[in-house]
């Protein structure tokens, strides 16, 4: 069983900047696929990005080049660094972990065994 906290949501001015953070409750951290997902009121909860156990990370069209995620596997930590934010970047973000994950698959909800409580992101136009 794998505890996911994530962490460093709040409310911030359209074109700031937020970093989240997501601390993992395992030591074998470095051998998880890990991601960031996002969920809006009235909507689907969709892919943001994910990052490989070997390093590889995966970023969805409408954040890419803005959106970086990264992983500390020494603290066992996942982060998300949002910049230039939008007001429909306003969501509920959760981090989750997957075992071993077809690259084919990053995006895929289902595949992920666990799941945090999720961090609010507000964005003020």
């Known amino acids: 069983q794998v505890q996911l906290v994530e962490s460093g949501g709040g409310l911030v001015q359209a074109g700031g900047s937020l970093r989240l953070s997501c601390a993992a409750s395992?030591?074998?951290?470095?051998?998880?696929?890990m991601a960031w997902f996002r969920q809006a009121p009235g909507k689907e909860r969709e892919f943001v990005a994910a990052s490989g156990s070997g390093g590889i990370t995966y970023s969805a069209d409408s954040v890419k080049g803005r959106f970086a995620i990264s992983r500390d596997n020494a603290k066992s930590t996942l982060y998300l660094q949002m910049n230039r934010l939008k007001p429909e970047d306003a969501a509920l973000y959760y981090c989750?972990?997957?075992?071993?994950?077809?690259?084919?698959?990053?995006?895929?909800?289902?595949?992920?065994?666990?799941w945090g409580q999720g961090t609010q992101v507000t964005v003020s136009s």
């Open positions: 989750a972990a997957a075992g071993r994950v077809r690259t084919t698959q990053v995006q895929t909800l289902s595949v992920y065994a666990y």
């Open positions: 395992t030591r074998t951290f470095s051998s998880y696929t």
